[in-house]
């Protein structure tokens, strides 16, 4: 039945409508013993393959048209920097003389703006293709930095305890040095310290190691211990084999110098105890009854403190006897005290003497020469004052 449409009638479009066919279907030989409503439903089974073959040919027109229409753009030099509405006034001019002239205007927009991704899509592919080829120059530029600080830690140019300021000078004009100045990423001290790390670390163990060794075999180490001494201690043992001379001679020198200010902080911290036990044994002598004076012995009030505590706490006579003598010396330092606030007090008072002629100025005696008589200190002396009340069941007085 589709194929007597094909056939018999030609003149019908992917746009024709059934009344306009319906009385030449119905008298055409081929569909007139056909009922009216199998003819309809035949007839709109072949529109809809006309406008599915329209539609095909419309879409295989447009998208040659968009192809032309790119290969134009690439003519043009059309970037990602273009303008849209100057590359549109070139390409309408075109319109009447190029295939692409059936285009719409949303076709030229779409298909530049599909034209404009795919070149950002190539630009930022190249980008990162650049950016990869840069970081893996970066990259073998670092590592072979490491390598050169390798070297020198394998010589032992750098090791725990080294500082940046005294290992650059010996690789300062090396190549590998200058090429990885400036670029980004980790930078050159930075990886020394990254080394440096790994040594002080590397470092740290060795010394437990070597303080783990002396300790276990009662090696008393000493100022004056010599370093030969200290080696053939550590060497006894397995794992100080694998210390090196260098660490060795810097663990050696700081086991000695920690050691000497532990006997610098037991020291301090022995004379402090010694000061306040003397300080409790004196205090035991200033509280004795009767008291101690300045003209005691140190035999007489030693045998009235030797059975306390704070005595026996002393571990020598001397310390002892500087208890006694620093209680003596409190002692006397307050008698002095007494003695010149004594003599200071007579001085002020012979003082005020001296300046009054020893008695008032007003010809009373002393106990009342700062109270002259009334009157007697003006000619005309002025009257008394006058209460403000003259009885206290009177009001205010009236002026």
Known sequence: MISSFE???????????????????????????????DRRVAFKKYIRILKDKYYDELDKETDEAKVLLEQRFA??????????????AIIKKELDSHPYGKLDKIDILTT?????????????????????IQRRKERK???????????LRAEGKI????????????????????????QPGSSPMELFWDILEEEERKFKLQREIAFDVINTKSFPLTSATPFESFVEVVKQDVRGNEISQDNLQAIFEDLKSSFSRR????????????????DSLRYVIRDLEPLVTIDDKWEDVKKRVEDTDEYKSLP????????????????????QDREREHRSRDSR???????DGGRGSYGGSNADYRRPPPGSYYKNAPPPAQPYYKDPSQPFLEY
Not at 77 to 87: A, G, Q
Not at 141 to 150: D, P
């Open 7 to 37: 056939t018999g009638f030609p003149e019908i479009k992917y746009y024709t409508k059934w009344t306009t066919v319906k009385d030449s279907l119905a008298t055409h030989p081929a569909f007139e013993q056909v009922p009216e409503k």
């Open 75 to 88: 003519v043009l030099n059309i970037s990602v920097n273009s303008r849209w509405l100057d590359t549109y």
């Open 112 to 132: 530049y703006t599909d034209y404009i991704k795919a070149l950002e899509g190539r630009l930022n592919e190249e980008r990162q293709r650049e950016k990869k």
């Open 141 to 151: 530029i670092r590592e072979s930095f490491v390598e050169l600080l390798e070297s």
């Open 159 to 182: 090791k725990a305890g080294s500082k940046w300021s005294t290992v650059l000078p010996l690789f300062e004009k090396d190549e590998r040095y200058i090429a990885i100045c400036g």
């Open 263 to 278: 006997r610098d902080l037991d020291k301090h911290a022995d004379e402090r105890r010694l000061r306040r036990n003397q």
């Open 316 to 335: 020598t006579e001397e310390s002892r006897l500087e208890a006694f003598e620093k209680h003596i010396r409190r002692l006397k330092e307050r008698e």
């Open 349 to 355: 008072r012979d003082h005020s003497g001296r300046r």
